[in-house]
């Protein structure tokens, strides 16, 4: 039942809706689980808009907000500031399996990911080539093309397949040409809800583009598993702690030592090891914190180990198990109960049988527009998105010459009851 050695272990997890109470405990630390504070009772499965928020962010932020000092003063407030920021970072590094390199906190993943890249394509030798996939959110695509446009780069796009939702390392192969200066990667779509295999891409990439600059999009995946930076062999990775249970406001990223030693944007004769610009606002690290913490406690449910990382990987496992449940019955139904892949009427976006969906189902209907099936759902107390043909969602949605899609995300605070009343709900509304 526990995990001992983590890595020879796996196993024996139990997931989390077989484990007396752990799923009231789980919901009992989230705020507007079952109701929203504008329309009342609903189930909530639009999580990859945004997770539920932990209460201890809300308590923390709060808090925060409510100090009026600043760092770098000799005083008790001052000091405590510093320390937050202090801990906040070191917590980060534990999230990400940082050894090395530097963690960051600025405006919103995306804001991050144009920095990282921007610094990456202005600090780089001139020449060469940058490289993105079609799988990629526009954050880090529109990032690219355009430092690849103002440092007179050649802009190589890698084409994700339209029958997985996903793009693999054969496709990087054909792409790769050896004076690839950067390349960015999505670690999960959010559109799809398929997760690329990290490693073995960035294993191709390294082969034929050794010194390359690598910045990965990590926003999707965040939620729904461990980030290890130490085995992905990368230079920068990107999270919005908005997707992650914390809340808007920042979005925070990891460096590698490389990455940290290029010229960036800062103050005339300030630190040269500073990213942050201006005052950093110590309430974004306490809440990171909160997070880390959170995961923490998930995982001490499922090891007696005494490494926090190692408890953090445990609650990666729980999350990803119980929420491979949750999709699965979603998709292939149960006994009582007909699947989205079961439903004629209905086309699920990327592989149904995929086993690297994290998280998001979106699907169409044949017949019904994605709107009014968005808007049945809300009547019925069910909220999802309807995903466009649009700048956020074409790159996925045009080649399947489709105008729009329901999104359905979980996260692992969701349960099975959840699910099966979505369940019931979309085979009424899709039979009428
Ligand atoms: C994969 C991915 N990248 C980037 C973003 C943009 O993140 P942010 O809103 O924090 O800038 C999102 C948001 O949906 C996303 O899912």
Not at 229 to 242: E, R
Not at 403 to 418: P, Q, T
Request: glycine share 6%.
């Amino acid at each position: 039942m526990y995990i001992k050695g983590l890595a020879t272990n796996k196993r024996c997890l139990k997931v989390i809706e077989q484990r007396q109470g752990l799923i009231e405990s789980i919901r009992e630390k989230f705020v507007h689980v079952e109701t929203c504070p504008f329309e009342g009772d609903r189930i909530f499965f639009e999580n990859a808009g945004g997770s539920l928020r932990l209460k201890s962010v809300v308590e923390t932020s709060a808090l925060y907000a409510s100090y009026p000092d600043n760092q770098g003063r000799e005083n008790d407030a001052s000091k405590s500031l510093v320390k937050s920021i202090e801990d906040g970072k070191a917590k980060m590094r534990l999230f990400f399996n940082a050894h090395r390199g530097d963690v960051i906190v600025g405006e919103s993943g995306t804001e991050l990911l144009f920095r990282l890249i921007r610094t990456a394509a202005l600090e780089l030798p001139e020449g060469g080539a940058m490289l993105s996939s079609t799988l990629e959110h526009p954050a880090s695509m529109s990032a690219m093309k355009k430092w690849a446009k103002n440092t007179q780069r050649n802009h190589i796009i890698v084409e994700h397949n339209d029958d997985s939702g996903s793009v693999d390392e054969q496709a990087y192969i054909k792409k790769l040409t050896s004076d690839v200066r950067v390349v960015s990667i999505v670690h999960t779509s959010p559109v799809t809800g398929m997760t690329i295999d990290l490693e073995k891409i960035t294993k191709e990439v390294r082969n034929v583009a050794p010194d390359c600059i690598i910045i990965v999009d990590g926003i999707q995946h965040s939620s729904h598993g461990a980030i290890d930076v130490q085995k992905y062999d990368i230079d920068g990775y990107v999270v919005s702690p908005y997707k992650m249970f914390s809340r808007h406001g920042y979005g925070v990223a990891w460096a590698s030592d490389r990455l940290c030693t290029l010229n960036k944007e800062q103050l005339a004769d300030g630190p040269f090891q500073n990213w942050e610009l201006g005052t950093r606002d110590a309430g974004s690290y306490a809440t990171f914190s909160d997070v880390v913490d959170y995961l923490d406690w998930l995982g001490s449910n499922f090891t007696e180990s005494e490494n926090t990382r190692e408890r953090l990987e445990a609650s990666s496992i729980a999350i990803k198990s119980h929420e491979k449940e949750l999709v699965d019955l979603v998709i292939n139904g149960a006994e009582d109960i007909v699947g989205l892949s079961n439903n004629k009427k209905i086309r699920i976006i990327g592989n149904p049988a995929s086993t690297s969906r994290e998280g998001v189902v979106s699907f169409f209907h044949k017949n019904k527009s994605s709107r009014t099936i968005v808007e049945e759902l809300r009547q019925r107390k069910i909220r999802v998105h309807i995903r466009k043909d649009d700048h956020y969602c074409g790159n996925i949605l045009r080649p399947l010459n489709q105008k729009d899609c329901i999104r359905f995300s979980i996260c692992h605070y969701n349960s099975k009851a959840e699910v099966v009343e979505f369940m019931k709900a979309i085979n009424e509304i899709s039979a009428n």
